[in-house]
């Protein structure tokens, strides 16, 4: 008894310690939020293992719209992903990871249009909303989503000794009062709580950790409902739910350690508790049910939660000192974005661009000329404006785009195929995609490199012009094309411009200026750097003579 009346002690101590803590974290959270508002993010690697659990849970890898592995991986998005993130909530992050992956477009979902401008124009709104999703942390939504799925919990046939178990430790503690040797029963009795507490970990794997979760998100929702100028029906939708989700909030309390995080001395003896008397076992057992019937309201308020983090990520996004636009969509047969640039590149220079339905662009140049950034750049600004009505440029005007590239030339290890064969299936896959009727901007880099320049010109004409079949008429794609081969260039001259980054050699070096130019180029920088390095006049000569007849023929 003594015990018991220590550890409640130890309890109360605890909780009137944690009020005041955090009270003072309140007011330091306020003031990082105001910091935060519109400041760059560093350029690094995303480094979050569960940032994909909503994309899987709610679309899936095999979602027709997704923007495929190899896209992703070409567009670098997720170091894209970490430089745009201004989330605050685990929750927050996998939303914004699945609007990017699943290629949603912003409009599909009222609470980000919404939230977005409200936040952008009256900042106590925003920090209404800020700052209750800063105190969650980001954390909260880690290996949440498995617990939405209405088979979460699976309650096996030995799972009754729980309950049984919590009310023998309690009769074993009464029992002291009139015998001490029931001293012996209690400890007994925690060696075997503690042996069946193991053994539902094991037999559970990864189910206690989210469940812990369940009272913080769903009171963080109800904090978040009862802001002011929130849209009626959006909050009146979620203050249902959180009245739904009521009977989870109860037992979560048990295996919860929001309520009482103070600090080590409060954890401990919580866990103590937990222990002796199995309650997040228990709390488990009785939560199947619950969890059956209320996965969908729980999915719910969880995707919720990420899109208004998400929509005030956004707002911060816009308010970066750096060009950010909000498109201007119209049903159009084209699109054009002014001074777009690359957010991975620390000086980017800015290029203009045309996307016109049923026709391509071709890019010429020299290496590190500028032709894979310019087409990466364009690519990024139409998943970004697609995805987060936000576009890294001055201006996006007309239609939307989905994005399919092949960029990137790497080898498939694990299925043991070269690089030819990887870009072959990615070929004969886009020329697939071709047929579909939703807009789609095709991203391609050398086009079968590697291969001899005959085979390459006459298979590269043909996927070009294959990717604008206008066979059922004009095709509603737009395709970008990065080449050395010049000769593309006059073989596509009907549906391809020409347009080219310029170089040129300075003191026996190459100077890039990275802007778009119209035309295809011409400019000889292999010769140049030939002479430059002192090869003679007369090689010089020669193949200046060799190059002019080439280009002749």
């Known amino acids: ?90 929750f927050g992050r996998q939303l914004l990871y699945r609007q990017l992956r699943s290629a949603r477009a912003w409009s599909a979902s009222s609470t980000l249009h919404t939230i977005a401008e409200r936040s952008t124009k009256d900042a106590s709104f925003r920090e209404a909303l800020a700052l209750p999703l800063l105190l969650a942390g980001q954390r909260l939504g880690h290996g949440f989503w498995r617990i939405t799925r209405p088979d979460a919990v699976t309650v096996r046939w030995w799972y009754v000794v729980f309950p049984v178990l919590a009310v023998l430790m309690l009769c074993a503690l009464l029992a002291i009062f009139f015998d001490p040797r029931a001293v012996l029963a209690v400890a007994l009795l925690a060696v075997i709580n503690m042996g069946a507490r193991v053994a539902a970990s094991w037999q559970v ?60 001395l409060t954890a401990g003896a919580w866990e103590y508790l937990n222990l002796m008397f199995l309650l997040d076992a228990n709390a488990l057992l009785l939560s199947a049910r619950h969890l059956r019937r209320l996965s969908q309201p729980l999915r719910d308020v969880a995707v919720w939660i990420g899109e208004v983090d998400m ?151 043909a996927v070009l012009r294959g990717l604008l079949d206008a066979t059922n008429g004009v095709s509603p794609h737009m395709v970008v094309v990065a080449t050395h081969d010049g000769e593309l260039v006059s073989m596509l001259h009907d549906l391809y411009t020409p347009v080219h980054f310029r170089e ?7 100077h890039f200026d990275f802007k778009r130019h119209e035309g295809p180029a011409t400019t000889r920088t292999a010769i140049a750097l030939l002479q430059a390095a002192g090869a003679s006049d007369a090689v010089v000569a020669m193949a200046r003579r060799t190059a002019d007849q080439l280009d002749g023929s």
């Not at 040129?504 to 190459?510: D, E, F, N, P, Y």
């Open 311 to 461: 929509a005030l990520s956004v707002a911060s996004l816009r308010a970066e000192p750096r060009f950010w636009c909000t498109p201007q969509w119209a049903q159009a047969s084209s699109a054009r974005v002014c001074s777009a640039w690359h957010p991975l590149v620390d000086a980017p220079v800015a290029n203009d661009g045309e996307l016109r339905m049923g026709a391509g662009l071709i890019i010429t140049g020299a290496n590190m000329s500028g032709k894979s950034t310019y087409l990466r750049t364009l690519g990024l600004a139409a998943v970004l404006a697609r995805t987060l009505d936000t576009c890294p440029a001055t201006s996006w005007t007309g239609a939307a785009f989905q994005v399919r590239s092949l960029i990137g030339r790497n080898d498939d290890l694990a299925t043991g195929k070269s690089y030819y064969q990887v870009e072959a299936e990615g070929v004969v896959e886009m020329l697939r995609q071709a047929q579909s009727s939703v807009p789609t901007l095709f991203l391609l880099d050398e086009l079968l490199r590697g291969t001899n320049t005959v085979e390459r010109l006459a298979a590269g004409e």
């Open 205 to 264: 794997p990864g189910l206690l950790v989210p469940m812990q979760q369940l009272g913080a998100t769903i009171a963080l929702a109800e904090r978040l409902a009862a802001v002011d100028e929130l849209p009626p029906d959006q909050a009146r939708q979620m203050q249902q739910h959180v009245a739904q989700l009521a009977p989870l909030r109860r037992i979560s309390w048990w295996v919860s350690r929001d309520a009482l995080s103070a600090g080590e």
């Open 504 to 510: 040129t050699v300075i003191a026996g070096a190459l």
């Open 1 to 90: 008894m003594i015990a018991v009346s220590l550890i409640a002690a130890v309890l109360l101590v605890g909780t009137a310690t944690g009020f005041w803590q955090k009270a003072r974290a309140r007011r330091a959270s306020l003031t990082a939020v105001r910091a935060d508002w519109g400041r760059v993010r560093p350029i690094e690697r995303l480094d979050d293992h569960t940032v994909d659990e909503a994309w899987l849970a709610l679309d899936g890898a095999a979602a027709r719209d997704a923007l495929d592995d190899r896209t992703w991986a070409d567009l670098d998005l997720d170091r894209v992903l970490a430089s745009i993130d201004h989330t605050r909530t685990g």
